[in-house]
Each structure stands twice: as C-alpha cells, then as structure tokens.
C-alpha cells in the first residue's frame, strides 16, 4: 500500500508516463482527423486502455532488467474461527 511505504523511482516514472497517456490520446485526434479521417480520430480515445498496457508492459520490462522485482500483494489474512 502506499501508505505503508514510499514508492519506488520506477513506480513514480510509470505513474507519470501513464498520467500523460490520456491527454496523448486526444491530441493524437486531430492529426488523425485532419490526415485520414474523422470517422477514423472519433475512435482514438478507445485505445487508451492498449496505451496504459503498453506502458506497464515497458515499465515492468524496465524493472525486470535492473533486477527489481514488482511489489506482490500480502496475503490476506485467515479469518479467525469461533469454536
């Protein structure tokens, strides 16, 4: 959790990069617009979740290079049993 640690410098970088994905997507309209098609730039936005993937993909390609691990969920606790 974030309140238990601070973030890595890879997990700042991936939040940053990904903050930037959604406006990217919505300038990437008008060229669209404006070279192909306009039928074509109304879609632009749907792409946005193929955008956030390939940017985890390369950041966690980045982080398995340098040798860092993700972070893994703890394991939830067992509940406790009345008898």
């Known amino acids: 959790m974030l309140a238990e640690k601070i973030p890595g410098d890879g997990f700042i970088r991936m939040a940053k990069a990904r903050s930037l994905i959604v406006p ?23 792409l946005i979740p193929f955008y956030m993937a390939m940017a985890k993909k390369y950041f966690d390609r980045k982080q398995k290079k340098k040798g860092i691990t993700p972070p893994t969920p703890a394991p939830p606790e067992p509940a406790p049993t009345t008898t």
């Open 24 to 46: 990217f997507a919505f300038f990437l309209m008008l060229p669209v617009a404006y070279f192909v098609n306009v039928m074509f730039a109304v879609f632009m936005p749907v």
